[in-house]
Every structure is written in structure tokens, then in C-alpha cells.
């Protein structure tokens, strides 16, 4: 499967633009397109590709065709809405950074919470990548990732903690090897709900996209669909009701750490997505869900930062390790928990 840059089209006097399109392989099975449309794009949901199909503003071949049509090899789709594409250009914005190391190949920055990586639908300004063309110019973009300059890889909006940036080709290449290889150190310290029986152990189950939601990742244990995800974990403290948690990713996955997590019955504190802004382990008194309320209220995302980050230098070969204290949100949240079960 390709997708291709865009062309324009006219169709009953509205001009439509094409932002996707597909190039079925040639070994693909017969599928409906809709499901099809739905695997290839995320954020969308099956009914938006229905009415979209009926409407005329997804082509196969050239025609338009229902949502039970069933794609062939080497059909050619075209997905056309009325707005013409954003361009990939990233914009400079003044927002200052956090830098913990820079040389004339790479910077490793500590990204707060709240910051988009990259700008995308819902959030076109006031990403780390908007603050990277403004502090550095002619950074690297990797192929296939335009509108992405320096990024060799990313955490969530509401994640804070480690990134590393790479300032010229030759950096960009090598780091993103040993990111494939998965040789690249991170160490992410987690709030969960609940607490686990053991004191360590690894979580392993093939993350993918969910069928019910695009925007979140399940986890199908079976291999069925996804990608193979290993995530270690060990506990650093425990609270009752919630468990502090260090977790180290042997792979990089969407979501990997929440939806990890979830599927063993710890989804982290105050994970919208996951199911973790509910009350998942104590009592029904009002003054623990005031409590509880009150520390959504000060950590208002989910409990996650990626804490440390090792790596060989794509240039020099020295080993480099940076690590970050815990944010203040995730922070002032522990404590309250600590003084809460002490006095409890």
C-alpha cells in the first residue's frame, strides 16, 4: 500500500481535494473498503467512511462506489474533502525549551506536559516542532514523516519527560536504527491504580488499534492483529490504592505503557482514555472521593513521564544517559498520597 501526494477535483460545482490515496497491493484480499479505509486511517471512524462512500467522496478507480464494495488488488482510492490539505510546512514559534544536552548533531529536550510532539489535526501550533524550527534551522525530516523536523520519535501530548532531536541527517539515520532495534534505554515512571501482587514483572501482548475507538489501542494477546509489544515493570512504591511504577519499554508502541497496563487491571491514575480518571480501587466515604477529585484536579492527565533515556551518539559512539526528576503535578500527587495513607 502507497499513499500519494494530493490532486484536485470538481463535482457539482464544489472543488474537492484529495488528502489520501491508496494503492491496493497486489496480493490484498477482498475486503469491504470501508473496513479497509478504516485500518489505513486512524481517528475516523467506520460510519465517517460510510456516509463519506455514499456521498461520493471517496473514488475507487475513478467511481464511486458503496460501502460493501470490495476493494481488489491494485484498485486505486482517493479520499476528497472540500478543505484542500494543509501543507507539511511547520511553522516557528517562540516557546522556549528545556534542554539537557546539545552538540552540533543532537539535543535531548524534557518535554512538559500538555506540549503536542508535532502538530496535527486539532493542534497546528504550539508543538515542540513548531519550537524547534524557531530555536534551529534545517533540521532533518525523516521520509514518510514531513512536517516533522527533528523528530526521531515521540511521546503523548499529556506525557512529559525525554525526547532526543536530531540535528543533521547522518544523526537522524543512526538514531532511528537503534530506535528499530529497540537497543534505545527508556525508563517511564508510572501512577496505576490498584496494586500488583508482584514486585516485577513483563507485560506482553500485540498493541493495536481499537475497533470499537480509533483513538485508543487495545491489546490482543493472541497476535491477531497489532504489533508485538513487551513492556517490564517493577514497583517502586506502594500506596493502597494506587502503586508508583517504573517501566521500561523493550518495544515502542502507541500507547504502549497505558494500554499495557489496562489489560492487566492497573490503567494508569487519571487516564482519561483508559479508564483511569474513576475511582478503580477504595472506599465510597465522600472524604476519599474529595480526595481522589482533588488530586484529578492537580494532576489533571494521566500519571506518566518518561523519566530517562540512553543511547549510543550516532557520530561519536559514546554511551549517553540523561535522566529528569518527576514533574511537579505527578509530584504533588504523590505526596498527597503518601500523607494520605500514612494518616489514614
Given at each position: 500500500?502507497?499513499?500519494?501526494?494530493?490532486?484536485?477535483?470538481e463535482?457539482?460545482?464544489?472543488?474537492?481535494?484529495?488528502?489520501?490515496?491508496?494503492?491496493?497491493?497486489?496480493?490484498?484480499?477482498?475486503?469491504?473498503?470501508?473496513?479497509?479505509?478504516?485500518?489505513?486511517?486512524?481517528?475516523?471512524?467506520?460510519?465517517?467512511?460510510?456516509?463519506?462512500?455514499?456521498?461520493?467522496?471517496?473514488?475507487?478507480?475513478?467511481?464511486?462506489k458503496?460501502?460493501?464494495?470490495?476493494?481488489?488488488?491494485?484498485?486505486?482510492?482517493?479520499?476528497?474533502?472540500?478543505?484542500?490539505?494543509?501543507?507539511?510546512?511547520?511553522?516557528?514559534?517562540?516557546?522556549?525549551?528545556?534542554?539537557?544536552?546539545?552538540?552540533?548533531?543532537?539535543?535531548?529536550?524534557?518535554?512538559?506536559?500538555?506540549?503536542?510532539?508535532?502538530?496535527?489535526?486539532?493542534?497546528?501550533?504550539?508543538?515542540?516542532?513548531?519550537?524547534?524550527?524557531?530555536h534551529?534551522?534545517?533540521?532533518?525530516?525523516?521520509?514518510?514523516?514531513?512536517?516533522?523536523?527533528?523528530?526521531?520519535?515521540?511521546?503523548?501530548?499529556?506525557?512529559?519527560?525525554?525526547?532526543?532531536?536530531?540535528?543533521?541527517?547522518?544523526?537522524?539515520?543512526?538514531?532511528?536504527?537503534?530506535?528499530?532495534?529497540?537497543?534505545?534505554?527508556?525508563?517511564?515512571?508510572?501512577?496505576?491504580?490498584?496494586?500488583?501482587?508482584?514486585?516485577?514483572?513483563?507485560?506482553?501482548?500485540?498493541?493495536?488499534?481499537?475497533?470499537?475507538?480509533?483513538?485508543?489501542?487495545?491489546?490482543?494477546?493472541?497476535?491477531?492483529?497489532?504489533?508485538?509489544?513487551?513492556?517490564?515493570?517493577?514497583?517502586?512504591?506502594?500506596?493502597r490504592?494506587?502503586?508508583?511504577?517504573?517501566?521500561?519499554?523493550?518495544?515502542?508502541?502507541?500507547?504502549?505503557?497505558?494500554?499495557?497496563?489496562?489489560?492487566?487491571?492497573?490503567p494508569?491514575?487519571?487516564?482519561?482514555?483508559?479508564?483511569?480518571?474513576?475511582?478503580?480501587?477504595?472506599?465510597?466515604?465522600?472524604?476519599?472521593?474529595?480526595?481522589?477529585?482533588?488530586?484529578f484536579?492537580?494532576?489533571?492527565?494521566?500519571?506518566?513521564?518518561?523519566?530517562?533515556?540512553g543511547?549510543?551518539?550516532?557520530?561519536?559512539?559514546?554511551?549517553?544517559?540523561?535522566?529528569?526528576?518527576?514533574?511537579?503535578?505527578?509530584?504533588?500527587?504523590?505526596?498527597?498520597?503518601?500523607?494520605?495513607?500514612?494518616?489514614?
Amino acid at each position: 500500500m502507497n499513499e500519494q501526494p494530493g490532486e484536485e477535483y470538481e463535482e457539482e460545482n464544489v472543488e474537492l481535494f484529495e488528502h489520501h490515496r491508496f494503492l491496493v497491493d497486489k496480493g490484498q484480499s477482498p475486503i469491504r473498503i470501508d473496513k479497509f479505509l478504516t485500518e489505513k486511517l486512524a481517528n475516523v471512524t467506520r460510519n465517517k467512511l460510510q456516509q463519506a462512500l455514499e456521498a461520493g467522496n471517496i473514488l475507487v478507480n475513478g467511481e464511486k462506489k458503496k460501502p460493501n464494495y470490495k476493494i481488489k488488488p491494485e484498485d486505486d482510492i482517493r479520499v476528497l474533502l472540500e478543505n484542500p490539505p494543509r501543507d507539511t510546512e511547520v511553522y516557528p514559534e517562540d516557546i522556549p525549551l528545556d534542554i539537557l544536552f546539545e552538540d552540533e548533531y543532537l539535543l535531548v529536550v524534557n518535554k512538559p506536559p500538555g506540549m503536542v510532539v508535532h502538530p496535527a489535526h486539532g493542534n497546528w501550533t504550539g508543538t515542540l516542532a513548531n519550537a524547534l524550527v524557531h530555536h534551529f534551522q534545517d533540521l532533518p525530516e525523516m521520509k514518510g514523516n514531513e512536517g516533522r523536523p527533528g523528530l526521531v520519535h515521540r511521546i503523548d501530548k499529556d506525557t512529559s519527560g525525554l525526547l532526543v532531536i536530531a540535528k543533521s541527517e547522518e544523526a537522524m539515520t543512526k538514531l532511528a536504527a537503534q530506535f528499530y532495534h529497540h537497543t534505545i534505554e527508556r525508563t517511564y515512571i508510572a501512577l496505576i491504580w490498584g496494586e500488583l501482587e508482584e514486585d516485577s514483572g513483563t507485560t506482553t501482548g500485540h498493541v493495536g488499534r481499537s475497533h470499537k475507538d480509533r483513538k485508543v489501542m487495545d491489546v490482543f494477546p493472541d497476535g491477531s492483529e497489532g504489533k508485538h509489544a513487551v513492556t517490564h515493570w517493577k514497583v517502586i512504591r506502594r500506596l493502597r490504592y494506587v502503586t508508583l511504577v517504573q517501566c521500561q519499554l523493550e518495544t515502542g508502541r502507541t500507547h504502549q505503557i497505558r494500554a499495557h497496563m489496562k489489560y492487566i487491571g492497573h490503567p494508569l491514575f487519571n487516564d482519561a482514555t483508559y479508564g483511569g480518571d474513576k475511582i478503580r480501587k477504595g472506599t465510597q466515604f465522600s472524604k476519599y472521593k474529595a480526595f481522589v477529585n482533588n488530586c484529578f484536579g492537580l494532576l489533571p492527565r494521566q500519571a506518566l513521564h518518561a523519566k530517562s533515556l540512553g543511547f549510543i551518539h550516532p557520530i561519536s559512539g559514546e554511551k549517553l544517559f540523561f535522566e529528569t526528576l518527576i514533574p511537579a503535578d505527578m509530584q504533588s500527587v504523590l505526596d498527597r498520597w503518601e500523607d494520605y495513607v500514612k494518616y489514614e
